[in-house]
């Protein structure tokens, strides 16, 4: 289950994939005005050709910023590191067993963790500063009382930015 079918995904939200050919020709007609493209979801991991998209874009001066659940990140942290991605947020409720527990997958935390660790790792060979790192956590009744963990969490893997969200 990589796209946390859970409370923060409405089931009718599924679209269908836009091909890369047509993703690619919106890159090309827009990017001399350098906009920022911003990848999300559902779960932009799950694209088979999010890598090369962010690589296009990249290359023509447009920052671009995934916002993941970081299950699938371990994968693809050199590639995007690789292609340019500025801006790397994933969502991380709490410590592993309020945030596994939140999203109702077991391990869910550790794959995210090191998902992370994996893009440092990447920055780090390349000497790059790219991508940012944030860390988003919605505030709910679940985890309203492990806020300060969160911070400790987001201190540990070395973000750039920590946001809280309050869903409603």
């Known amino acids: 289950m990589y796209g946390l079918e859970g409370r923060f995904l409405k089931p ?3 679209r269908p994939e836009l091909a890369q050919e047509l993703a690619n020709k919106v890159i090309d007609e827009v990017s001399f005005a350098r906009p920022n493209f911003y990848f999300t979801g559902g779960e ?3 694209y088979k050709h999010i890598v090369s998209l962010v690589g296009n874009a990249s290359k023509k001066g447009c920052a ?3 916002n993941t659940n970081g ?3 371990s994968k693809f942290a050199a590639d995007l590191v690789d292609a340019g991605l500025s801006v790397l947020t994933v969502s991380i409720l709490g410590p592993s067993q309020v945030h596994d527990g939140i999203v109702g997958v077991p391990q869910a935390f550790d794959r995210v963790i090191e ?3 994996a893009i440092l ?3 780090a060979r390349r000497r790059s500063l790219k991508p940012v790192i944030r860390i988003n956590s919605a505030i709910i009744p679940e985890n309203y009382e ?3 963990d969160i911070v400790q969490i987001a201190e540990y893997l070395r ?3 920590l946001t809280f969200i309050h869903p409603r």
């Open 12 to 14: 009718d939200s599924r």
């Open 44 to 46: 932009p991991l799950v």
């Open 64 to 66: 671009c910023e995934i």
């Open 71 to 73: 299950l699938l990140l």
């Open 115 to 117: 998902g992370i660790e």
């Open 121 to 123: 790792q990447a920055k």
């Open 146 to 148: 492990k806020l300060q």
């Open 159 to 161: 973000a750039d930015k």
